[in-house]
Nanobody, 124 residues
Framework: VQLQASGGGLVQAGGSLRLSCAAS????????MGWFRQAPGKEREFVAA????????YYAASAKGRFTISRDSAKNTVYLQMNSLKPEDTAVYYC??????????????????WGRGTLVTVSS
């Protein structure tokens, strides 16, 4: 199983970015895919997750209303559309894959498969 995250970059506050995470190695339609982020000196934190069909979505309070997670099962890819970015969104963003129970979707240790991360920098 391999996860390849992309789409990070430098953006001004108020701007948008779309992150992608492509999974390979098997079919993941029944798996949940999540996004976590880690800022310098801070612990990794949950951002958003999407379950397998029917694709229920879950967001951290900091992401709700600004970020949208979606998936293309045919492409084994999950996306994170990030709008109205703030400097505090600056972090390395990681995608994760597994089948945690719903109550554990927001817990990083519930995921066994991780991408290498993509850096998002939001300037003020």
């Amino acid at each position: 199983v391999q996860l390849q995250a992309s789409g990070g970059g430098l953006v001004q506050a108020g701007g948008s970015l779309r992150l992608s995470c492509a999974a390979s190695g098997r079919t993941f339609s029944s798996y949940a895919m999540g996004w976590f982020r880690q800022a310098p000196g801070k612990e990794r934190e949950f951002v958003a997750a999407i379950k397998g069909s029917p694709g229920s979505t879950y967001y951290a309070a900091s992401a709700k209303g600004r970020f949208t997670i979606s998936r293309d099962s045919a492409k084994n890819t999950v996306y994170l559309q990030m709008n109205s970015l703030k400097p505090e969104d600056t972090a390395v963003y990681y995608c994760a894959l597994d089948r945690p129970i719903t109550s554990q979707l927001r817990v990083a240790s519930s995921y066994n498969y991780w991408g290498r991360g993509t850096l998002v920098t939001v300037s003020s």
